[in-house]
């Protein structure tokens, strides 16, 4: 599998020289698998850059796009609309989300509706075809795809993309408990090669008045990783307020716990090779 960051930024996209080393847009990544399935994990704004990479390709007319949603808070959804293949009648799209088909459709057509933007969602040119997510493990192409529900607002998913016995967990937007850990996720993310978790506050903004508000910490994200027994942890689910010099500094700090800790960068790309 190859993983690619699009967007690691939450709530809202930043820009400027404080915010070039980790990027600005808002979540967004890449899955491929080693079938080249292809798999997006949520629709922020930095699909765009994977829409323009996309149509960069001049040998494959025809593609067909996994878009999985986490949940459908703006800062995941935002940057659909400006998402190239969507409008080119080649693309097939499939939405896949834990709400009915209609659902899902619905809040899509909202989002590109009445006078929030110019072009209709159903007047896009791709073909589209709407998934809900069954309550168990499901496939697309040769990756397995299993899910837990996380802590948040409205609610929100962590979902384990498994193939060739190689995993990815992606944990963003989920609050921990207010004693101990979540103890779902850890089991949920036992011996998994990659843990991307919601580090949205240091430890010192969440106890100033930020709980309850659906996001977690670096610490929290150290503890489960070493709980889990993860390979490496790579922190994500930035806060717009949090500068290049700030961010380089959690990532110091997670590393004194967990050595194997990382900062997700936008237009990052890491590989997994499993065996046949």
């Not at 027994?229 to 790579?234: A, D, F, H, I, S």
């Amino acid at each position: 599998m190859k993983l690619t960051f699009w967007g690691v930024r939450g709530s809202v996209p930043v820009s400027g020289r404080h915010y070039v080393k980790y990027g600005g847009h808002t979540p967004c990544a890449s899955l491929v698998s080693s079938k080249k399935d292809l798999i997006v994990i949520d629709a922020g704004t930095g699909i765009m850059r994977l829409g323009e990479a996309l149509t960069e390709k001049k040998d494959k007319k025809y593609v067909h796009i996994h878009l999985v949603f986490t949940h459908f808070h703006i800062d995941h959804i935002m940057g659909l609309p400006f998402f190239p293949p969507l409008f080119l009648k080649e693309t097939k799209v499939s939405f896949h989300s834990p709400l009915k088909s209609g659902e899902t459709q619905r809040l899509l057509s909202t989002l590109m509706g009445g006078r929030f933007f110019p072009i209709p969602f159903d007047k896009t040119g791709a073909e589209k075809k709407f998934v809900k997510v069954p309550s168990g493990d499901f496939a697309i192409g040769n990756v397995r795809i299993s899910h837990i529900p996380l802590n948040h607002p409205q609610g929100s998913f962590a979902l384990r993309f498994s193939e060739k016995g190689r995993n990815i967990v992606f944990a963003t937007d989920t609050e921990h408990p207010e004693k101990g850990m979540d103890e779902q996720l850890v089991a949920f993310a036992q011996k998994t090669d990659i843990l991307i978790y919601d580090a949205t506050f240091t430890p010192d903004e969440y106890k100033k008045g930020r709980r309850g508000w659906g996001h977690s910490t670096w610490e929290q994200g150290t503890r489960i990783a070493k709980k889990a027994g993860v390979e490496k942890l790579y922190l994500s689910h930035f806060n717009p307020s949090h500068s290049d010099k700030k961010i380089d500094n959690i990532i110091r700090r997670a590393k004194e716990v967990f050595p194997e800790t990382y900062g997700a960068r936008e237009g990052s790309s890491l590989s997994l090779k499993g065996g046949s």
